[in-house]
């Protein structure tokens, strides 16, 4: 699995810094056009859901997006993300987890706009921001196939799929290290309401935020 993130990941970052090659060469009059490559780690706010059946409540995340810096401050970014991860079926009952020894593996992908403002302080190289914005957050849980009738598996009974729109609010610094390079540190809340709670150990925890707090680096390619 961390083989699978690290090729993922290493395959992403080539990408951004091709686009970024085409994107900085020609520079839209007023605007910075920077794609970026992200590294976060989240602990969610269904701790008890991610716990029992992941084993942790704190997940890595590996990620790309491209980032739009106006003359006057504004700033928008897209970013895709994208967390896998194989655990156990659980329940959760009485306050207390049970795994059940079927695997359930765990697919999140977040795709998130956000709209902010960076701060013009003394040094053009170390630069905060502070932004808001919302996305779509796709989820599904997929678990083994023991137990099933071939018609139970066609139909996808093994299977939970589900989308559902969320919010974040996001505030950090970026810092400046060559001409073409930056990277930044910060930490983004957010909240997915309605998305878990419907079965599972969800709903035995009583959690239904898909949410959480995530500190993230990035590296952004681009003036």
């Known amino acids: 699995m961390i083989r699978r993130h690290v090729l993922i990941a290493s395959l992403v970052f080539v990408t951004i810094v091709s686009m970024a ?14 794609p970026f490559f992200v590294v ?3 602990g969610f706010s269904a701790k008890n859901t991610f716990q029992t ?6 997940e890595p995340m590996f990620g790309g997006g491209l980032d739009a810096t106006f003359a006057n401050g504004l700033f928008v970014d897209v970013t895709a993300s994208w967390l896998s991860k194989t655990g156990q079926t659980a329940f959760f ?8 020894g079927q695997p359930l593996t765990v697919t999140l992908t977040p795709v998130e706009a956000t709209v902010g403002y960076r701060f013009a302080l003394m040094s053009p190289n170390v630069v905060p921001y502070v932004g808001a914005g919302g996305g779509i957050y796709i989820y599904k849980e997929e678990t083994g196939t023991v137990g099933l009738t071939v018609q139970e598996i066609n139909s996808g009974a093994n299977v939970f799929d589900s989308k559902h729109a969320g919010f974040l609010g996001v505030a950090g610094v970026e810092v400046r290290v060559s001409r073409l390079i930056a990277v930044s540190g910060d930490v983004q809340y957010t909240r997915v309401p309605g998305i878990l709670g419907s079965g599972g150990v969800s709903l035995g925890a009583g959690e239904s935020d898909l949410g959480g707090l995530a500190v993230r680096g990035r590296v952004l390619v681009g003036r």
């Open 53 to 58: 059946a992941l084993g942790s409540s704190f």
């Open 21 to 34: 090659a085409r994107v900085s060469a020609q520079p839209p009059p007023g605007i910075s056009l920077r």
């Open 93 to 100: 009952a009485n306050g207390q987890g049970f795994q059940l």
């Open 40 to 42: 976060s780690g989240e």
